[in-house]
């Protein structure tokens, strides 16, 4: 997995690319969470993700939650059409915000 | 149901039991679903359904804590249009009354994996290990 951050006043926008597993949920969460943890609304890029697994999908799951705690939130953007039919099989697609 | 009449096939492959073969694990499968002509929204299902079970041998059979040297294997057949993917490994003993995923309108993280291997396949069953293996996983789809 590799990765992209560009920031412009409150949002930071993070394009992910490549496969979103269990072998890198960690360094997904490295990426993500200092952001949200910071306050800011992230715009979460999947169009460069071609496949994510449970481990992908409860990276999701965290952020979602840890940016309600925080009082801003993460939008994903762009996703695929193999991962949001994953996002589907687990009915997180009303959960979510996904655009 | 498919209309093609797969062809009869059988491959297997040893994986190292850690999370980085789980992109190889994944490769294998498509590999071996192209050659058996299965059309990509199925494909990549079945390859989700077998690369949690590979994930959850990794997490839960040995705990993330696996020896360096550890297998897991995979077998992928295709008989009379029936596909059955079986697991063999040496993890803890899996208590099948045990495997369960979370209910689902419960959300949080984690808990899915399960749910999805149900979801996509036809059957689950955990059938007894035979030497030198522990756990033998099967899952089954009619293509």
């Known amino acids: ?99 | 149901m498919s209309e093609i009449a797969h062809q009869n096939h059988s491959e297997k492959k040893a994986f190292l039991v850690n999370s980085s073969s789980l992109r190889d694990v994944r490769s294998f499968c498509r590999g071996v679903f192209e050659k058996l002509q299965i059309n990509n929204d199925l494909k990549e299902e079945l390859v989700l359904a077998i690369a949690e079970a590979a994930q959850n041998i990794v997490k839960h059979a040995f705990k993330n804590n696996a020896d360096a040297n550890e297998l897991m294997v995979v077998q992928i057949s295709c008989e009379s249009n029936k596909l059955q993917i079986a697991f063999y490994d040496r993890g803890t003993p899996v208590d099948p009354k045990k495997v369960k995923h979370r209910e689902i309108d419960n959300v949080k993280p984690g808990g899915l994996g399960t749910f999805f291997i149900q979801e996509i396949m036809d059957a689950v069953e955990f059938k007894d290990g035979k030497r030198p293996w522990i756990n033998h996983l099967v899952l089954t789809k009619q293509l």
Not at chain 1, 18 to 28: Q, R, S
């Open chain 1, 1 to 99: 997995m590799s990765y992209k951050v560009t920031e412009e006043g409150n949002v930071a926008t993070i394009h992910l690319d490549g496969e979103i597993d269990m072998d890198v949920t960690e360094k997904a969460k490295e990426v993500i969470f200092p952001h949200i943890e910071g306050g800011k609304e992230v715009h979460l890029n999947l169009s460069n993700v071609q496949y994510m697994d449970s481990s992908g999908i409860s990276v999701l799951i965290e952020s979602h939650q840890k940016a309600l705690e925080k009082n801003t939130k993460v939008i994903i953007k762009d996703v695929s059409k193999s991962v949001l039919k994953v996002i589907m099989m687990a009915k997180l697609e009303q959960i979510l915000n996904l655009e």
